[in-house]
């Protein structure tokens, strides 16, 4: 979900050679060859970058694309909420537990998952810990001189003297505690405690057998959001459980449950959940049940856990097959960073300073811990139907959770174009669950399961974008006629305000009544905002229009090819802006550009340039190229000409949230490209950076960061649904990325500077600001020229603007 965030750019590609070279256009481009790329770009991640600054990262244990992410839980003295959306913020350094779920960068708070929080605690459990609703007395203070983090490993020793490292496969991990000689050690399961709360929870011990075992019956992904439906908000409900499974390597000296306010000491079962409320409404509530350990001769205990969104046999069969009885923290971490160096090494720099290295590899990091794998190895995966289905023979994997009005301006071309082999997984995964879903397909997927979160309907570019970067392994026409459907055929929820704003039910909301004015009516749309759902709408009609000509589909290409165009009805020329309109044609009353009646998390200001598809068409109706070039430039300055890029304006550029994180590229397509140079590289080197406030604003599944990837390597992709790539300048000398599908694409830079002087593609002269599809599908070379001025004549003829259409 995207509130205020800034994403990271991904990087990373696997496969033929794909060269981009920057060099002179009067010169030779041969790579530079001395510069070395990255040898180790594991060691370049800092999985705390975006943990404070409301980037919603965190910095525990997980693998690609993983099931399991084993990360700390925060508090700040309230047991129903956490530090930061996803629990981890890194100026909150106390923690109730080391949860083995998470999702990167959502922006709701409490976000999603944070399941089953283990807690190494130094004491007597003496009362109930869900009776400790402030967190007082079950929960542990930290410095972060004793916290350490790497791609697949996390370790911290609490100011208690309990010591945690956690390392994970993709569905099971292993922990190491240890505790001060001679204190009473315990671990605490606090099972219903997920970020969101919980429907039930269960937990048995089994003393004999070393083992913990037990689940939580949860979702209520954004359940509790003001702006999304009060009470009636539809997310306040169950849509998954989550099955673990741990044993550990020596006996337990004591065992005990709790629930509620009552203590077991002894017991080994306990049931019950908290709710999906917060604070008061929910404080006390919950169970869980603990193990203790003898310190008097052996500080240390070890734990192996698996999970399961299928059964507790599952949980243990995936335990047992990925982190074996022989197992250290030491060997699973090292083929966890092994995996993380395998996906990073897809895209390769070198070059480039060491703080852009870090923060560029970082975003590549983050960008791949979603989608997340569904299946057990037995093939068997939760629905969104919540029932079980098997893996469909031939698909390697079954991918769930997608934050799609947020992925699809950025992460979704990253993955295609490293991974096309999952993004192919992932489609046929969405295609499935919407099949589970009565033949929708949700904005908003936690798992598989429909959220509803956001507007617009993010899968339609998405699949569209897949199709277009050459992933083919899904069913390509099922899909196709499936989206078709949903954008012709209004769906039983359209008429619906449940949840309305922000996780209204609908998908396609009110369609009929669009689709016979053209436009999202902002007074009876059952929608987030009128003219919000009215662009994105246009925007993924488009996506469909260009997927069925790709697919040789003339007849479903001619008539969705003018619903791309739609945008124009909700354009005010009285105003020169977007604007909300009503049923009846008229206009929404006191209207000013930094309004966002009509809008979803942005105002009018940012989302007119939300038209990626028709830059040409927008800038006519600004008035020319010209007019447009001179908005535009005030939408990245302030009235005294200072740049205006860090956000917190509704006239200028938010880079916190996706609605506008396209803007910068737009330049390109107006003629004057070295201005989306320098505006790039002013967001990259401010916006953007190291440390735990590394990243502006919330992650949103890999989104931010996604989008730092392409800006340092000096492309972006043009619009949804196509596979054209724009130029802007890297920020490394050389770069060279490998497709999984065996496409491979090297990008070097000759000269000092941000501005490009020239451009050559596999060795001809370019003088064009993009590049064509052909580059992504086939591979090539681009050499860019650099220099410290910028060069006002290249790539500005009218025939070599990015074409639309």
């Not at 009805?569 to 009846?584: E, I, K, L, S, W």
């Not at 044609?585 to 939300?610: C, L, N, R």
């Not at 600004?622 to 001179?630: D, I, Q």
Request: include cysteine; charge should be neutral; glycine fraction near 12%.
């Amino acid at each position: 979900m995207s509130k205020s965030r800034v994403r990271s750019l991904l990087a990373g590609v696997v496969g033929t050679v794909l060269v981009v070279t920057v060099a002179p256009a009067v010169r030779a481009e041969a790579a530079p060859a001395s510069v070395p790329l990255v040898a180790d770009p594991a060691a370049y991640v800092d999985p705390f970058i975006g943990s404070s600054r409301g980037g919603n990262t965190w910095p525990g244990a997980t693998r690609p694309f993983g099931m399991i992410a084993w990360s700390p839980t925060s508090t700040t003295g309230d047991q129903t909420s956490t530090g930061a959306a996803n629990g981890y913020e890194y100026n909150v350094t106390k923690v109730r537990g080391f949860s083995l779920t998470h999702v990167n960068g959502a922006g709701c708070n409490p976000g999603a998952a944070g399941d089953v929080p283990i807690m190494p605690y130094v004491g007597d459990v003496d009362t109930s810990p869900t009776a400790d609703t402030r967190d007082a007395k079950y929960a542990a203070t930290f410095s972060h001189a004793n916290e350490s983090a790497s791609p697949g490993r996390y370790t911290v020793t609490l100011d208690s003297g309990a010591r945690t490292d956690l390392a994970v496969s993709t569905r099971a991990g292993i922990g190491d505690f240890s505790f001060p000689a001679g204190a009473a050690a315990n671990l605490l399961f606090r099972t219903s405690n997920s970020l969101n709360g919980s429907e039930d929870a269960e937990i048995s011990i089994d003393a004999a057998a070393r083992t913990v075992n037990g689940s939580v019956l949860t979702g209520g992904f954004c359940g509790r959001r003001g702006n999304g439906g009060g009470a009636s908000n539809p997310n306040r409900r169950s849509y998954y459980r989550l099955y673990f499974s741990a044993v550990f390597d020596r006996d337990f000296a004591r065992t005990g449950t709790w629930k509620d306010s009552s203590i077991t000491p002894g017991g080994t079962t306990a049931t019950g959940g908290e709710g999906y409320l917060t604070g008061a409404d929910r404080a006390g509530r919950g169970s869980g049940g603990w193990v203790g350990f003898d310190t008097g001769t052996d500080t240390g205990v070890r734990m192996r856990v698996g999970i399961s969104y299928v059964s507790l046999a599952g949980a243990a069969a995936n335990r047992d097959a990925e982190v074996t009885a022989g197992s250290t923290v030491e060997s699973v971490a090292a083929a966890t960073r092994a995996a993380w160096t395998t996906e990073l090494k897809r895209i390769r720099v070198g070059g480039g300073t060491e703080a852009r290295t870090t923060a560029f590899y970082t975003a590549v990091y983050h960008s791949l811990m979603q989608p997340q794998t569904m299946n057990d190895l037995d093939g068997r995966y939760l629905g969104a139907d919540l029932q079980i289905h098997t893996l469909r023979p031939g698909r390697k994997a079954v991918y769930g959770t997608f934050s799609g009005w947020d992925q699809y301006r950025a992460q979704i071309q990253l993955l295609a174009i490293l991974r096309p082999d999952v993004a192919g997984d992932m489609a046929q995964s969405m295609m499935d669950f919407a099949a589970q879903n009565r033949g929708i397909w949700d904005r908003w997927l936690h798992l598989g399961a429909p959220t509803h979160v956001m507007t617009g309907d993010p899968a339609a570019p998405t699949l569209a974008t897949y199709y277009a970067m050459g992933v083919r392994n899904f069913d390509v026409n099922g899909a196709l006629d499936s989206l078709v459907g949903q954008a012709t055929v209004q769906n039983p929820d359209a008429l619906s305000d449940a949840g309305c704003p922000g996780q209204c039910l609908g998908q396609r909301p009110t369609l009929n009544t669009y689709l016979a004015l053209k436009y999202a009516a902002n007074d009876i749309c059952h929608c987030w905002g009128g003219a919000a759902e009215t662009l994105e709408n246009s925007l993924a009609d488009f996506s469909l229009a260009m997927w069925a000509q790709r697919a040789g589909r003339t007849g479903l290409y001619r008539e969705f090819l003018p619903r791309g165009d739609y945008w124009k009805n909700t354009f005010n020329p009285a105003v020169g802006y977007q604007a909300a309109r009503r049923a009846d044609g008229s206009w929404q009353s006191g209207f000013t550009p930094a309004t966002d009646v009509g809008f979803a998390q942005g105002s009018s200001a940012t989302y007119t340039w939300m038209v990626p598809q028709d830059v040409s068409g927008l800038a006519a109706l600004m008035g020319g190229r010209s007019a447009a070039v001179t908005r535009l430039d005030g939408f990245f300055h302030d009235e005294n000409g200072n740049w205006a890029v860090l956000g917190g304006n509704a006239l200028r550029y938010d880079p916190t949230n996706e609605p506008g994180i396209h803007a910068p590229w737009l330049y390109n397509g107006l003629g004057q490209p070295w201005k989306t140079q320098e505006t790039v590289r002013q967001i990259v080197d401010t916006a953007y950076g190291t440390g735990p406030a590394g990243l502006p604003g919330n992650d949103d599944l890999g989104t931010m960061s996604a989008w730092y990837v392409f800006a340092a390597i000096g492309l972006f992709p043009q619009v949804p649904g196509r596979a054209e790539l724009l130029l802007g300048s890297p920020v490394f000398t050389r770069v060279e990325v490998q497709r999984s599908n065996g496409v491979r694409l090297v990008v070097n830079a000759d000269g000092a500077g941000m501005y490009v002087q020239g451009v050559r593609v596999n060795g001809a002269v370019l003088n064009k600001s993009w590049l064509p599809e052909s580059f992504v599908q086939r591979g090539g070379v681009v050499a860019f020229s650099l220099g410290s001025e910028p060069n006002v004549r290249w790539a500005t003829a009218a025939g070599d603007l990015p074409r639309d259409h």
